[in-house]
């Protein structure tokens, strides 16, 4: 049966070792013995490197996650999507698509008119209201034409 693990302020070793102080040195100012302070670096570099190793395999996980969300996008659902949803889903997959490439992530011509007319109605929070026809007339009224100095001083 050994001892449990001695408590170790981890912060203050590893300011002591980068400072450039040796082990037996920081181990001494800590009040444990270097073959202790050693254990623990030596766990600290396998976790380390554990953590590393997790950013790779987190990568994959996200990578299957992707696929599995483009399989279960099917004929079928696209026919049901509103087009707001499947203009959405094209610039997003477009943009994945251009950044890969190492390419700018600008959409041009009918997808980029329908994204901004639909980032427009959000903005307004609301549907775009039809204005009312105005009526014309073929009649003017050219006997009495206004200078231009009438013109300046009118309110609009």
């Given amino acids: 049966?050994?001892?449990?693990?001695?408590?170790?302020?981890?912060?203050?070793?590893?300011?002591?070792?980068?400072r450039g102080e040796t082990i037996p040195t920081?181990?001494?100012e800590l009040g444990i013995s270097p073959p202790t302070l050693r254990a623990r670096i030596a766990d600290l570099q396998q976790k380390q490197g554990l953590l590393l190793q997790y950013r790779a395999i987190q990568s994959l996980q996200l990578t299957e996650l992707q696929a599995r969300v483009l399989e279960a996008i099917t004929p079928e659902k696209i026919e049901e999507a509103p087009l707001r949803d499947l203009v959405a889903s094209y610039k997003i997959l477009k943009d994945k698509e251009l950044n890969i490439e190492g390419k700018p992530s600008e959409i041009k011509g009918l997808v980029a008119h329908l994204i901004y007319l639909e980032k427009q109605e959000a903005a307004l929070g609301q549907e775009v209201e039809s204005f009312e026809e105005a009526e014309f007339s073929d009649l003017t009224n050219e006997s009495k034409q206004a200078t231009l100095s009438e013109l300046d001083g009118q309110d609009f």
């Fill in 1 to 18: 049966m050994g001892r449990g693990k001695a408590e170790i302020d981890i912060e203050a070793a590893l300011d002591l070792i980068t």
């Fill in 26 to 28: 920081a181990a001494l």
